[in-house]
């Protein structure tokens, strides 16, 4: 299976910071890197596929990145409802694997 | 409005088995795969179990070969898994999803909102 590492795991930030997570993948995955927002007792729910398209209705202040085996996700000017978890996930081969998450906390 | 509704979750013993469902509408469900995919309490996402549109092709997790049964039918819009032999590291969230599916991207489109399996004495 294709190993997916995301870091950081948490992450302590204040709204109006710009952040990056990072997700790197155990082989090259050419653009086959999804990125998903989990809040809590929710589920997940699909923010950027591809490494880099946006979903319809997602804000701009979102961004990804990266191709092969480095990937990132971007949010500048944070705002209170993207404190939450993310995850990366690939998609270039069966089976699907996620990384571990990232959870973004208030400072 | 697109839709995925699961139920079936509950409290269940060691070795006892659940049947979880999973009802679809709003989107074109008899053309997609549709996972199993579960999150274990404070823990991340991992993939069940899947299977493809026309019901041929399952494909199961290692932990959970040999105990968990997928299937869906297409007259009712709805996806299935039998969980037999459960064990205490089953407990987790149980989401229902739809994978979407093209030449350059594959990913989880919709989910649904999740069933929680407790497996306790």
């Known amino acids: 299976d294709i190993q997916v590492t995301q870091s950081p795991s948490y992450l302590s930030t204040s709204i109006g910071d710009r952040i990056t997570i990072s997700c790197r993948a155990s082989?090259?995955?050419?653009?086959?890197l999804n990125w998903y927002q989990q809040k809590p007792g929710k589920a997940p729910k699909l923010l950027i596929d591809?490494?880099?398209s946006l979903q319809s209705g997602v804000p701009s202040r979102f961004s990804g990145g990266g191709s092969g085996t480095d990937f990132t996700l971007t949010i500048t000017s944070l705002q209170p409802e993207d404190f939450a978890t993310y995850y990366c996930?690939?998609?270039?081969?069966?089976?699907?694997?996620f990384g571990q998450g990232t959870k973004l906390e208030i400072e | 409005e697109v839709q995925l509704v699961e139920s079936g979750g509950g409290l269940v013993q060691p070795g006892g088995s659940l049947r979880l469902s999973c009802a679809a509408s709003?989107?074109?469900?008899?053309?997609?795969?549709m996972y199993w995919v579960r999150q274990a309490p404070g823990k991340g996402l991992v993939w069940v179990s899947r299977?493809?549109?026309?019901?041929?092709?399952?494909n199961y997790e290692d932990s959970v070969k040999g105990r968990f049964t997928i299937s869906r039918d297409n007259r009712r819009n709805a996806v299935y898994l039998q969980m037999n032999g459960l064990r205490a590291e089953d407990t987790a969230v149980y989401y229902c999803?739809?994978?979407?599916?093209?030449?350059?991207?594959?990913?989880?489109?919709?989910w649904g909102q999740g069933t929680l399996v407790t497996v306790s004495s």
């Open positions: 999803v739809s994978l979407y599916s093209s030449s350059r991207s594959q990913y989880f489109q919709h």
């Open positions: 996930q690939q998609s270039y081969r069966f089976p699907p694997t």
């Open positions: 709003g989107f074109d469900f008899i053309y997609r795969w």
């Open positions: 591809s490494a880099s």
């Open positions: 299977v493809d549109s026309a019901a041929v092709t399952t």
């Open positions: 082989e090259n995955i050419d653009t086959y």
